[in-house]
């Protein structure tokens, strides 16, 4: 029975131990994470720039609302200082 386990424990410690070639061993070294983007050249972005959260659908919704809001009532501001014009047109 000792012969097995002796067999058995050698089999493993093969297994498990470092049974590498010289070759592999050098490239262990100078292996690259090409999973990782590296700094690009092209795009300078500061961190939080990169980092800026996205508008939401209803944010732009929102956003447009204000902006087309605020047209309309520069028109209506034009639209009365044209009727009051009229107006003083009319009384001279």
Do not use: C
């Amino acid at each position: 029975m000792a012969s097995v386990w002796n067999e058995t424990h050698r089999m493993k410690g093969l297994a498990v131990g470092p049974m590498t070639t010289s070759e592999y061993g050098e490239w262990w070294v100078k292996r690259i994470n090409d999973n990782v983007p590296g700094p690009s050249q092209k795009n300078n972005q500061s961190i939080e720039e990169h980092l800026r959260v996205i508008p939401s659908e209803l944010e732009i919704i929102k956003q447009n609302f204000e902006r087309r809001n605020a047209e309309l009532e520069k028109k209506i501001e034009q639209m009365e200082e044209q009727k009051l014009n009229l107006r003083l047109d009319v009384d001279v």
